[in-house]
């Protein structure tokens, strides 16, 4: 892990990515350094609004991480994540591959709903809302739709989807205080962030979340020679695994999978062990099932795992 004094990096992007991979870093930083900048929203417009690059998911970054390497564990803490604007947009009729195929024929129009965004009160609503829908308001839940690190053998992967590189899970649960551990396949890690969401419902069924630009606070830090398969993460609650993949049950399964062996490497639980306690006691959290990789989460709740090393203390 990073040791030392720790810098605060405060930068201003000028021009962003809509696939992850080896481009050019915009700003090598330290194990345990935290930067603070900004994210356009999936269509490309910043905190005014105005379009200043192409849709699609815009990444600001990458952002090099000295010393990673290949075979090491990005560590990244996500601190704050804040609209920093009062307009965001969504889609409005939820994806065909969501419902049975009988019912697509019934569904209304789509179309592009706007939302006012009120980053102090915390609250979002309908600016011409559906009949039904007046006067609703619901509270917001930042979160960052798509990052990750630069993928393997040197590809370059659309912000569209996703891979154990990270890219576009849109899981409710990467919010503030939430701790991401990511593969690290190429020097320097290459850490890209965007894609930010005032709110969303789990699944991002409608193909977005509310979108909006972002203020953002992360940390980048280092596990050296640690290698997982699937991005990892936790929060105050749980642990999770995240696999992404099409159909959903490859992804179910690559997300399984490394909680199992997460649970066997770092809590020792051998033979039946992880899985008498994954069958009783996992909770799986669905993310993104609109784009071409699906994402599932698994998660085990960490009171579990302190219970389970009291056990073993014994």
């Keep these: 892990m990073g040791d030392g004094a720790m810098a605060v990096h405060r930068f201003t992007p000028t021009h962003y990515h809509t696939a992850l991979g080896a481009h050019a870093p915009v700003l090598n930083v330290a194990p345990g350094d935290t930067v603070e900048t900004t994210t356009v929203d999936a269509g490309g417009a910043d905190a005014s609004g105005l379009r200043v690059t192409e849709r699609g998911n815009p990444q600001t970054g990458p952002f090099y991480v000295e010393g990673a390497a290949p075979g090491d564990t990005l560590v990244v803490r996500l601190e704050r994540i804040v609209p920093n604007r009062s307009g965001g947009y969504s889609a409005s009729v939820v994806a065909p591959n969501v419902v049975d195929p009988e019912y697509v024929a019934q569904m209304p129009p789509g179309r592009v709903r706007a939302w006012a965004v009120d980053a102090s009160a915390g609250t979002a609503a309908l600016v011409d809302p559906p009949a039904g829908l007046e006067g609703l308001s619901l509270p917001l839940a930042?979160?960052?739709?798509?990052?990750?690190?630069?993928?393997?053998?040197?590809?370059?992967?659309?912000?569209?989807?996703?891979?154990?590189?990270?890219?576009?899970?849109?899981?409710?649960?990467?919010?503030?205080?939430?701790?991401?551990?990511?593969?690290?396949?190429?020097?320097?890690?290459?850490?890209?962030?965007?894609?930010?969401?005032?709110?969303?419902?789990?699944?991002?069924?409608?193909?977005?979340?509310?979108?909006?630009?972002?203020?953002?606070?992360?940390?980048?830090?280092l596990v050296k020679g640690k290698r997982i398969g699937w991005p990892r993460g936790?929060?105050?609650?749980?642990?999770?695994?995240?696999?992404?993949?099409?159909?959903?049950?490859?992804?179910?399964?690559?997300?399984?999978?490394?909680?199992?062996?997460?649970?066997?490497?770092?809590?020792?639980?051998?033979?039946?062990?992880?899985?008498?306690?994954?069958?009783?006691?996992?909770?799986?959290?669905?993310g993104n099932v609109f784009d071409p990789a699906y994402t599932m989460v698994c998660k085990i709740a960490k009171h579990l795992l302190r219970q389970v090393a009291r056990g073993a203390q014994r």
Aim: charged residues 15%.
């Design 234 to 286: 936790e929060d105050a609650h749980h642990v999770f695994t995240v696999g992404n993949a099409r159909p959903l049950d490859q992804a179910v399964q690559h997300a399984t999978t490394e909680m199992l062996r997460m649970l066997q490497a770092e809590h020792g639980l051998q033979g039946e062990a992880a899985h008498v306690l994954l069958g009783q006691c996992v909770q799986y959290d669905l």
């Design 142 to 221: 930042p979160m960052i739709g798509c990052f990750g690190v630069a993928p393997d053998r040197g590809q370059a992967i659309s912000t569209a989807t996703s891979g154990p590189h990270g890219g576009n899970m849109d899981y409710r649960g990467f919010r503030a205080g939430t701790t991401v551990y990511l593969p690290v396949f190429a020097p320097g890690a290459l850490f890209h962030i965007g894609d930010g969401h005032a709110l969303q419902g789990d699944g991002e069924i409608v193909g977005t979340g509310i979108e909006i630009s972002m203020d953002v606070t992360f940390s980048l830090d």
